[in-house]
């Protein structure tokens, strides 16, 4: 069989098809090629640009996922002021948080808390008076996530040490604030009692 090319198809033994040319017709159309070229003054060669991978942080999260990010965020009963050491020398406040999907379900909640603990004023709407202390916890990422996680309450637990004495029964405010590119910011708040 003689193509345009003069190619000759020979079969082998695999049933594939194998192409011989003559090498002067591939020569002449090389150059033909070349000479072409330069005669089109519009011509530009291909550039090939490598892009970055698009961060995982930006887009939109698609649908069916969005229904397991956490909507709402608790802090649990179990959060109180603790000693944690056994010589009762470093003392905090023990949060233990809750976050929920859009079913109710407990789940894990990757991106940034603040945590600001405030005095108790009581007989107000807005139980805050004077904050007292600060704290911001990254857990974007996976370890940090997993070393706060408690899996037998599936709560977060974050011990936020404070250095100042802790009197006995009385009354502060806890306010939690998540933030993550993947949901709205999430707030929650919490009166409790030391000692208790």
Avoid at 2 to 14: I, M, W
Avoid at 57 to 64: A, F, I, L, N, R
Avoid at 67 to 80: A, N, Q, R
Wanted: some cysteine; glycine content about 6%; charged content about 20%.
């Amino acid at each position: 069989m003689t193509g345009l090319a003069g190619a000759v198809a020979a079969e082998t033994d695999e049933d594939d098809f194998v192409i011989q040319t003559n090498p002067c017709r591939r020569l002449w159309l090389v150059l033909l090629v070349a000479l072409a070229l330069p005669a089109c003054q519009d011509f530009k060669w291909p550039q090939w640009t490598m892009r970055p991978a698009r961060p995982a942080t930006t887009g939109p999260v698609p649908y069916p996922v969005t229904l397991v990010l956490p909507k709402t965020v608790s802090i649990h009963p179990f959060t109180g002021m603790r000693s944690f050491d056994d010589a009762g020398g470093i003392t905090g406040v023990d949060v233990r948080l809750e976050a929920k999907d859009s079913y109710g379900d407990t789940t894990r909640a990757f991106g940034d808390f603040h945590f600001e603990l405030y005095t108790y004023r009581p007989n107000s709407l807005d139980a805050k008076d004077t904050k007292i202390a600060s704290w911001d916890v990254p857990l974007t990422g996976p370890k940090t996530n997993l070393r706060h996680w408690d899996s037998i309450t599936r709560t977060y637990q974050f011990r936020l040490q404070w250095s100042h004495p802790i009197p006995v029964g009385e009354r502060f405010v806890l306010v939690a604030t998540f933030s993550s590119p993947y949901t709205e910011r999430l707030f929650a708040e919490r009166v409790f009692v030391s000692g208790q």
